[in-house]
């Protein structure tokens, strides 16, 4: 273990100085709190769901889209090469990435909006709550335990991996601001304080900034194989207009598959690099000593230098009105949204159409209604794409065939 910790820097997250766990265990005679927390999502049922969840495309699109997984495993690998360039704890940002997307429910984002539509009256739908609820509740693989039983730095991360959730005297911030921060989140704090108010570890921050990257350049990759786009098409945003331009000096017959794959490499490979020298900057500015020190600063650490966050911004701007907003997506969302919608309805209307292991021990007509509208919320946001379809067959006439 000395070996693997020699070379960390002083403001990464240190397993040996861990703040535990909220179910004392014995510790791995072979692996670090870390480790064994980036080895337990792994291992959970939760993310081996991520294989059938939409990432933009519904999984009978196509084979070679991404789904939740294998964005996760690619934030993974994004964050880990930032991670490694800044001597930070590599199995903490590892198990933060995988984990970042264990709550969202079917369909991907659309599945949200139709979750968070149903659940208005009574909280909304939060996909980083539902993790937490993920992780802390819902994963049921422990004889003494329910969840994970993740560390502290693993939950801080899952929750606040985009930046602090309050200002120190309970103000929301950020897009909480309007509705207020999760309950699901307020409740657990209360239990096993995970400092809302300031900002997270710097591996959560790579793990947040990895999934931007990931996010950028990988849904060009698919929103290029769908056809909704051209590639010559991103020559409206400059940063790309220049990094095609170097690519076609460089290989001037190169065709179209591996001209889109080396505009992706560079585009990764730009966001790391500027990723990393804007963290320097900033650490050398601020010269934290401690992972404390880093959570107390007065801004993020790890962020895109000002003129890669405005071309950033710009390719985020592209994608949605070419990409997430094509009426080609939008269709089969919308068919998506009614089809978890409906369930929600049903299940409210007829709780003992929920699946026998979902029902309550007391019996579905003694549940009081927020206890009904938790089990449903959490029955839904664990399904898989097909599952939901599955579902929505067995309780429907017909079924939108999403295409």
């Given at each position: 273990m000395q070996a693997m910790t020699a070379d960390r820097a002083p403001y990464a997250c240190d397993p040996e100085l861990s703040r535990?766990?909220?179910?004392?265990?014995?510790?791995?005679?072979?692996?670090?709190?870390?480790?064994?927390?980036?080895?337990?999502?792994?291992?959970?049922?939760?993310?081996?769901?991520?294989?059938?969840?939409?990432?933009?495309?519904?999984?009978?699109?196509?084979?070679?889209?991404?789904?939740?997984?294998?964005?996760?495993?690619?934030?993974?690998?994004?964050?880990?090469?930032?991670?490694?360039?800044?001597?930070?704890?590599?199995?903490?940002t590892e198990a933060l990435a995988l984990a970042h997307d264990l709550g969202h429910p079917p369909f991907g984002h659309a599945g949200e909006r139709a979750l968070d539509a149903c659940l208005r009256d009574h909280g909304g739908f939060d996909h980083n709550a539902q993790s937490l609820r993920v992780v802390t509740a819902l994963e049921h693989r422990y004889p003494t335990f329910d969840g994970l039983n993740l560390s502290w730095e693993t939950l801080e991360g899952i929750v606040k991996h985009n930046g602090p959730l309050i200002e120190r005297d309970g103000t929301p911030l950020g897009h909480y601001r309007e509705r207020g921060v999760p309950l699901g989140i307020v409740e657990f704090n209360r239990d096993f304080d995970l400092d809302l108010w300031s900002f997270a570890s710097l591996e959560a921050q790579v793990a947040g900034i990895a999934d931007d990257i990931a996010y950028d350049a990988h849904d060009i990759d698919d929103g290029l194989r769908a056809g909704l786009f051209r590639l010559d098409d991103l020559r409206e945003i400059p940063l790309l207009a220049e990094m095609l331009a170097a690519i076609d000096a460089r290989y001037p017959h190169l065709d179209p598959v591996r001209r889109a794959a080396e505009l992706v490499r560079e585009l990764i490979s730009c966001l790391i690099g500027a990723a990393v020298g804007e963290a320097q900057r900033r650490l050398e500015r601020h010269q934290p000593r401690s992972a404390a020190e880093v959570r107390a600063a007065t801004?993020?650490?790890?962020?895109?230098?000002?003129?890669?966050?405005?071309?950033?911004?710009?390719?985020?701007?592209?994608?949605?009105?070419?990409?997430?907003?094509?009426?080609?997506?939008?269709?089969?969302?919308?068919?998506?949204?009614?089809?978890?919608?409906?369930?929600?309805?049903?299940?409210?209307?007829?709780?003992?159409?929920?699946?026998?292991?979902?029902?309550?021990?007391?019996?579905?007509?003694?549940?009081?209604?927020?206890?009904?509208?938790?089990?449903?919320?959490?029955?839904?946001?664990?399904?898989?794409?097909?599952?939901?379809?599955?579902?929505?067959?067995?309780?429907?006439?017909?079924?939108?065939?999403?295409?």
């Open positions: 535990g766990r909220r179910h004392d265990e014995p510790p791995s005679r072979t692996r670090s709190p870390f480790r064994r927390d980036c080895d337990r999502v792994i291992h959970s049922t939760a993310f081996r769901r991520l294989k059938h969840k939409t990432q933009v495309f519904v999984f009978h699109e196509g084979d070679h889209y991404r789904t939740r997984l294998t964005h996760s495993l690619e934030v993974a690998q994004i964050a880990r090469a930032i991670a490694r360039q800044l001597r930070l704890d590599e199995d903490l801004e993020a650490m790890i962020a895109f230098p000002p003129e890669i966050a405005a071309a950033e911004k710009m390719i985020k701007r592209f994608l949605w009105t070419r990409m997430y907003r094509a009426e080609r997506v939008m269709t089969v969302m919308r068919d998506a949204e009614t089809v978890v919608t409906e369930l929600f309805q049903r299940y409210c209307d007829d709780p003992g159409a929920l699946p026998p292991d979902w029902l309550p021990a007391c019996g579905p007509i003694a549940e009081c209604e927020a206890d009904r509208l938790r089990r449903i919320r959490n029955f839904i946001a664990g399904m898989t794409d097909l599952y939901a379809l599955t579902e929505h067959r067995r309780l429907f006439d017909t079924t939108p065939d999403l295409r």
